[in-house]
Nanobody, 112 residues
Framework: QVQLVESGGGLVQAGGSLRLSCTAS????????VGWYRQAPGKDRALVAI???????TYADSVKGRFAISRDNAKKALYLQMNTLKPEDTGVYYC??????WGQGTQVTVSS
């Protein structure tokens, strides 16, 4: 059984930074791709960034150059460093691990 637990969300002013963390239980973390999705108010959940088991990263166009995803397989942890935050980055951020595991989400609110 895999459980994902996010932390690090909060309220920040536009232009600020936050770092999200996700820790996983179980022994399969290093084998699979992991990533972050977000759900803005009134919108569908959408990809923010993913990193595969080889370390290759993919970002949504809206966050390229501002966000950085990383993983620490020894700690079974996933991170999302978010810089130069904008109000449109507001939403619930979910940790995801392939093929089907989701965290409970952490709220990020960026005020203008």
């Amino acid at each position: 059984q895999v459980q994902l637990v996010e932390s690090g969300g909060g309220l920040v002013q536009a232009g600020g930074s936050l770092r999200l963390s996700c820790t996983a239980s179980g022994s399969i973390f290093s084998l699979y791709g992991v990533g972050w999705y977000r759900q803005a108010p009134g919108k569908d959940r959408a990809l923010v960034a993913i990193i595969n088991n080889g370390g290759t990263t993919t970002y949504a166009d809206s966050v390229k150059g501002r966000f950085a995803i990383s993983r620490d397989n020894a700690k079974k942890a996933l991170y999302l460093q978010m810089n130069t935050l904008k109000p449109e980055d507001t939403g619930v951020y979910y940790c995801y691990m392939a093929p089907r595991y989701w965290g409970q989400g952490t709220q990020v609110t960026v005020s203008s």
